[in-house]
């Protein structure tokens, strides 16, 4: 695959929310969307599924790769206006309800030249926090603590999640069996001219990152849908593999 950066997903919507990109996969009934942004941008969620013609009452799944503010933002607005189901990692339990993100696991900025732009980016952007409105998991929200081949298939989904720590604790994916692989921030093509190595911006295990990619592999990952930056060739990340350790991440927590 020689250009899959400009590749559009056959197996899903793509839905560009400022720096972030959210996917819609269609499951039985509707949509399952992986991710929200942060809790600003819930208006702008609203235009783009209008856009693309998605009634916000066909959300009937949110897949929530991780805990952090632009991913879990605004949940509450969703879950209040739809009848959606969360499934989330069995540790976003805790996690959702501080409101913040997880600074009890160390983490560190990928290299100097990041941490100086994201400095940078919150001298200029108060409300760039690294919090978000607090949430309560419900009954039938569905938590996960292990790989599952299974769960998808149930909703009309042909593929499997994968959990995958590295950028933090509490992250999973979903592999499709086409090979498209919605990794979250698991991977990244974000900023890459900066010495990224598709790695994402912040770290907090990137021996436990590079297992998660190997993971994405063996399930047959071809392609890699990330929240940040374009899609991109599954082969970038074997090139990739062991490219930072933990020690070389630039701290931050």
């Known amino acids: 695959m020689n ?32 991710d929200t942004g942060y809790e600003t941008n819930f208006r702008a969620y609203k235009k783009l ?22 991913h879990a933002g605004f949940l509450n607005e969703i879950a209040n206006e739809t009848g959606v189901t969360i499934i989330a990692h069995a540790k976003a339990k805790s996690l959702l309800k501080m409101g913040a993100n997880d600074k009890t696991n160390g983490g560190g900025y990928i290299n100097r030249i990041i941490k100086f732009l994201a400095e940078i980016k919150m001298r200029f952007d108060p409300r760039w926090t690294l919090t978000f409105p607090p ?21 009309g989904i042909e593929g499997r999640i994968l959990t995958t720590p590295g950028h933090c604790t509490d992250h999973i994916v979903i592999v499709l069996d086409n090979g498209d692989a919605f990794c979250g921030d698991a991977a990244s093509s974000f900023l890459l001219p900066f010495g ?32 940040h930056g374009k899609a991109f060739s599954a082969e970038k990340l074997r090139q990739n593999m062991g490219k930072y350790k933990t020690s070389d991440l630039v701290r931050f927590f």
């Open 135 to 155: 949430f309560d998991l419900r009954e039938k929200d569905i938590l996960i603590s292990a790989d599952d081949d299974q769960l998808l298939r149930r909703i």
């Open 49 to 70: 599924l209008s856009l693309v013609g998605v009634r916000l009452s066909e959300i009937k799944y949110l897949f929530l790769t991780h805990h952090h503010d632009d």
């Open 3 to 34: 250009d899959s950066q400009n590749k559009k997903s056959e197996s899903s919507i793509v839905l560009p929310l400022g720096i972030s990109t959210l996917y819609l996969i269609p499951c039985d009934g509707g949509y399952l969307q992986i």
């Open 196 to 227: 990224t190595r598709y790695a994402t911006l912040f770290m907090t295990n990137m021996e436990d990152a590079y297992r998660s990619w190997q993971k994405m592999l063996d399930a047959r990952a071809q392609v890699i849908f990330p929240s």
